[in-house]
């Protein structure tokens, strides 16, 4: 079956580094990919892994391992604007996205 | 580019009625992607087309629900007859030569459907 799972909320202070966890049984791997959705707002584009390792883009960071079926988006010097739900996702086959429940993050001051 | 446009942007409907949502993708973009997004299962895939035509739709919930791409700049998404529990954020996503693994979808601002 199709299993992604997430931490449904978290709390960072601005400044701070938060980790959020990603964990898949999929029937297929074509990649993972980690998206951005503000309230009220469609999902955006942060990273993608398909290799073992870790992506650094700015202030954002994924670490992807296959073997452990897990991956993390890592934020560093969270600002406000941060605050936002955080959708793990697997191409599994063909183009099928699964998406995980998503990751409430709250930033405060 | 405009991006992803869809509509209406929201629609309250009574039970039983049809509803229609729209979506016009990037243009160049030969994938379209049509997702339901709720509180209680999240975003889901309901079916996706490759150049006009249906590739999955292992995803649509029941035979309520239909849709189609006529051409390269439209499709849509019907809903007949409507019920309470298909309200939801619908999205339309759209991505680019996506037999590459890397490309990601890009997505509209979604249709909020309320059927009470």
């Known amino acids: 079956g199709q299993n992604i799972d997430q931490p449904t909320e978290m709390t960072a202070t601005e400044g701070a580094i938060v980790q959020i966890n990603c964990t898949y049984q999929?029937?297929?791997?074509?990649?993972l990919f980690w998206y951005q959705q503000h309230a009220g707002e469609a999902p955006t584009f942060l990273s993608y892994?398909?290799?073992?390792g870790l992506e650094e883009k700015g202030r954002f960071s994924s670490f992807l391992s296959r073997s452990k079926g897990y991956s993390y988006l890592l934020l560093k010097e969270l600002q406000m604007k941060d605050s936002a739900s955080y959708l793990c996702?697997?191409?599994?086959?063909?183009?099928?996205?699964?998406f995980g429940p998503g990751t409430r993050l709250s930033v405060l001051p | 580019d405009a991006g992803v446009i869809q509509s209406p942007r929201h629609e309250v409907t009574e039970m039983g009625q049809e509803v229609t949502l729209r979506c016009k993708p990037i243009?160049?973009?030969?994938?379209l992607f049509w997702y339901r997004q709720t509180m209680m299962r999240g975003l889901e895939l309901l079916i996706y087309?490759?150049?006009?035509?249906?590739?999955?739709d292992s995803g649509m919930p029941e035979d309520r629900f239909s849709a189609k791409m006529p051409n390269a700049s439209f499709s849509t998404l019907k809903i007949q007859p409507s019920e309470p529990r298909d309200s939801a954020v619908y999205f339309c996503?759209?991505?680019?030569?996506?037999?590459?693994?890397?490309?990601?979808?890009?997505f509209g601002p979604g249709t909020r459907l309320l059927v009470l």
């Open positions: 996503a759209s991505s680019f030569n996506a037999d590459w693994p890397q490309e990601t979808q890009y």
């Open positions: 999929t029937s297929g791997f074509n990649g």
């Open positions: 892994n398909v290799l073992d």
């Open positions: 996702a697997v191409k599994d086959y063909g183009q099928n996205f699964v």
């Open positions: 243009s160049g973009h030969d994938y």
């Open positions: 087309f490759n150049n006009n035509v249906p590739i999955d």
